[in-house]
T-cell receptor
Framework: NAGVMQNPRHLVRRRGQEARLRCSPM?????VYWYRQLPEEGLKFMVY????????ESGMPKERFSAEFPKEGPSILRIQQVVRGDSAAYFC????????????FGEGSRLTVL | DQQVKQNSPSLSVQEGRISILNCDYT??????FLWYKKYPAEGPTFLIS?????DKNEDGRFTVFLNKSAKHLSLHIVPSQPGDSAVYFC??????????FGAGTTVTVRA
């Protein structure tokens, strides 16, 4: 399956712990996006990355959240000191280019904070 | 600030009939619109899109209509099939990578 791969699919953390979500884009795609879906809401843009660069992190909370897309390996979305409000589905998407167009989404990582 | 709105959270339709999903937007800079379909526990999958230079785009059973003056678009599915039961998200972008999504409409196709 050459689609966008996310892991883990489900992650349970206690308040104050760290959550680390991983995303491997589709083969040939160098643009990665993270979106968050809270219950009963649509997907909200968080961050856009290219290899080794954060292009736009305007949708990411200023504290506790960070993202990276290293030269080698998957993109990582890291949430430090998780709180209950971080419980959500986190979707990664990729695209071959940066302009307007279709994004290819992974199956998502569902974070539950106890 | 919800720039894309899907005011109907759910829609129930008889198999074989037409499903019409509606979407309104507020940002006049949006010029590219997409519909995504999502099954439970899966990621959204692209369905159909339309550029602001068009008012209609058709792909098989799916047609998207765009009314720029009303800032409104709709998705028509005809005939509806049981496999169409899913959540449908309307999304829009202003000629860039950032998609703004609506909250989704859950479609249930009854046999």
């Amino acid at each position: 399956n050459a689609g966008v791969m996310q892991n883990p699919r489900h992650l349970v953390r206690r308040r104050g712990q760290e959550a680390r979500l991983r995303c491997s884009p589709m083969k040939g795609h160098s643009h990665v996006y993270w979106y968050r879906q809270l219950p009963e809401e649509g997907l909200k843009f968080m961050v856009y990355l290219q290899k080794e660069n954060i292009i736009d992190e305007s949708g990411m909370p200023k504290e506790r959240f960070s993202a990276e897309f290293p030269k080698e390996g998957p993109s990582i979305l890291r949430i430090q000191q998780v709180v209950r409000g971080d419980s959500a589905a986190y979707f990664c998407a990729s695209s071959p280019g940066s302009g307007a167009g279709e994004l290819f989404f992974g199956e998502g990582s569902r974070l539950t904070v106890l | 600030d919800q720039q894309v709105k899907q005011n109907s959270p759910s829609l129930s339709v008889q198999e074989g009939r037409i499903s019409i999903l509606n979407c309104d937007y507020t940002n006049s800079m949006f010029d590219y619109f997409l519909w995504y379909k999502k099954y439970p526990a899966e990621g959204p999958t692209f369905l159909i899109s339309i550029s602001s230079i068009k008012d209609k785009n058709e792909d098989g059973r799916f047609t998207v209509f765009l009314n720029k003056s009303a800032k409104h678009l709709s998705l028509h599915i005809v005939p509806s099939q049981p496999g169409d039961s899913a959540v449908y998200f309307c999304a829009a972008s202003a000629n860039d990578y950032k998609l703004s999504f609506g909250a989704g409409t859950t479609v249930t196709v009854r046999a």
